[in-house]
């Protein structure tokens, strides 16, 4: 399908990359120049287009992957190669129930909303209504508009919230153990619980309350390390730079309480 106006871009080669919505008079400028929107509008994804200066860049519907990369934060975010696991992981399926603690900027809702799709419900937290309104633009400006799926709360997932009957729990909040409570009365027997931190003396803390309560069992903390690699003729190697350390992800799954 043709790019249409309105329609979210990205502009790339294999290292840079622009999101840009298109908008007919607009233009993208670039360090080697400028890409008029017009020159876009009516090409198909995929194509190549040359900036003033002569540099050529590929022109695609972002990926979710990309749009979350480029989008505005209000706050850290958990980046595309943590959020894979996540739905791995967790398990999380299409018509699934979901409850989020800590929506940020919305990128782990993001993919939550789109894994769990319009017969699934999500059910997100944050004590900063400044954080669940930046999460609305970017959510609006990836989807259009706020899926009918999603309902968003201000409210601490600290505190009792009265949710139950949720597959999953994801958290991606500095004090996960406060929250067990909330998570042992929200989560159905078998379900699955997530937790994001980027420290792992957090993550001791975590786990270590999770053992004692006796709720959850196959508890298990990873981290994903995510190493490109250079290819081009001889020079077949790592990439000299990655990503170190985002953060660890510790998973756990309710138990029903019978021996
Ligand atoms: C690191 S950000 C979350 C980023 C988000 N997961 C993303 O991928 O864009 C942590 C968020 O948790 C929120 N938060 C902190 N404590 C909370 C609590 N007790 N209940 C709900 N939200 C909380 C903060 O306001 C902040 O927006």
């Given at each position: 399908?043709?790019f249409k106006?309105?329609?979210l871009v990205i ?31 009516g ?6 287009v040359?900036?003033s200066e002569?540099?050529k860049l ?10 979350i ?8 975010i958990i980046?595309?190669?943590?959020l ?26 993001l ?26 633009e970017n959510?609006?400006?990836c ?12 409210g ?7 949710e139950?009957g949720?597959?999953?729990v ?25 937790s994001?931190?980027?420290s ?8 270590t309350?999770?053992q004692?309560?006796g ?13 490109s ?5 001889r020079?077949v ?11 660890f992800l510790?998973f ?6 019978q021996?």
């Amino acid at each position: 399908m043709p790019f249409k106006e309105g329609e979210l871009v990205i502009f790339a080669d294999r290292r840079v990359q622009f999101l840009q919505r298109l908008i007919p008079g607009e233009r993208l400028n670039t360090y080697w120049g400028y890409i008029e929107h017009d020159e876009v509008l009516g090409l198909e994804p995929g194509s190549v287009v040359k900036t003033s200066e002569g540099k050529k860049l590929y022109v695609f519907y972002p990926t979710l992957s990309n749009y979350i990369i480029k989008m505005p934060r209000k706050s850290g975010i958990i980046y595309p190669k943590d959020l894979g696991i996540i739905m791995m992981w967790a398990d999380v399926r299409p018509g699934d129930r979901v409850l989020l603690g800590g929506v940020g900027s919305g990128a782990l809702l993001l993919a939550v909303l789109r894994q769990v799709g319009p017969a699934g419900k999500v059910v997100a937290y944050d004590v900063r209504q400044d954080m669940l309104e930046c999460a609305i633009e970017n959510i609006k400006a990836c989807f259009g508009d706020l899926p009918s799926h999603l309902e968003l709360r201000l409210g601490d997932i600290y505190e009792p919230t009265g949710e139950s009957g949720f597959d999953r729990v994801l958290l991606d909040v500095p004090e996960p153990w406060r929250a067990v409570k909330t998570v042992d009365n929200a989560l159905i027997p078998g379900g699955i619980l997530c937790s994001y931190l980027p420290s792992i003396i957090q993550v001791r803390t975590f786990a270590t309350v999770l053992q004692k309560s006796g709720i959850f069992g196959l508890i298990e903390t990873v981290e994903v390390m995510l190493r490109s690699w250079h290819i081009e003729g001889r020079a077949v190697r790592p990439q000299h730079r990655m990503v170190g350390h985002t953060g660890f992800l510790t998973f756990a799954r309710k138990l029903s309480g019978q021996e």
